[in-house]
């Protein structure tokens, strides 16, 4: 679990990579970013179900990064296996680093064929605790409000938590806590952990 909030006159070149990782304890990605910042992965839920209820997902787009500046724009495209529910939306993110603060904004229009049309969106907030120079290492403290759905519904929910960075390695774990009733009606804390390892091609 984060475009358009500044504009890029021109792309700015990056080494080609593949990143592989988790995300909110319960969904495995892969994605593919390109030398000039395009964007290709497919995710895959990791649930506490059968494999024929589990869920897939397409995903494309672009990313620039400038300075202190980055901008991401993402379309996907999913289904459950078993083809009862597909999902269609896009996110745009923007995110802005100030000293040892940075700022990240996120929305999300998403379509759930089996829910309907809601409009998501996302506000993080982080701070630099430490950093070490050597291996790009750091600790920050993140919070985060905002109803981007961890599984179909869109649930008002706060995060906080770290996010440790080493190299080409990050972990992020978050205590979860909503602030409405999830799909099977409760509303209780949990522990969710994303994780990304990337390597240059």
Not at 6 to 35: F, W
Not at 113 to 130: H, I, M, N, P, R
Request: hydrophobic share 40%.
């Amino acid at each position: 679990m984060a475009f358009m909030l500044a504009l890029a006159a021109s792309a700015t070149v990056h080494a080609q990579s593949i990143e592989m990782g988790l995300r909110d304890s319960q969904y495995a990605r892969a994605n593919y970013h390109s030398a000039k910042g395009w964007i290709a992965g497919y995710e895959q839920s990791l649930l506490n179900t059968r494999l024929e209820e589990q869920s897939g997902r397409l995903f494309t787009g672009y990313e620039y990064k400038r300075d202190i500046w980055k901008v991401k724009a993402v379309a996907y495209c999913g289904s459950e296996y078993t083809g009862i529910w597909q999902v269609y939306g896009a996110w745009m993110e923007g995110a802005y680093q100030l000293n040892r603060i940075y700022f990240d904004a996120m929305v999300n229009p998403h379509y759930d064929t089996g829910l309907d049309f809601s409009f998501c969106y996302q506000a993080e907030v982080g701070v630099l605790l430490w950093k070490k120079q050597e291996n790009n290492q750091k600790v920050e403290i993140c919070a985060s409000y905002g109803n981007i759905p961890e599984y179909r519904k869109a649930v008002s929910n706060f995060q906080g938590g770290l996010k440790f960075t080493s190299n080409n390695l990050w972990v992020k774990p978050m205590v979860f806590i909503p602030l409405a009733n999830n799909d099977y009606g409760q509303t209780y804390f949990r522990v969710l952990c994303s994780f990304g390892w990337c390597f240059d091609l």
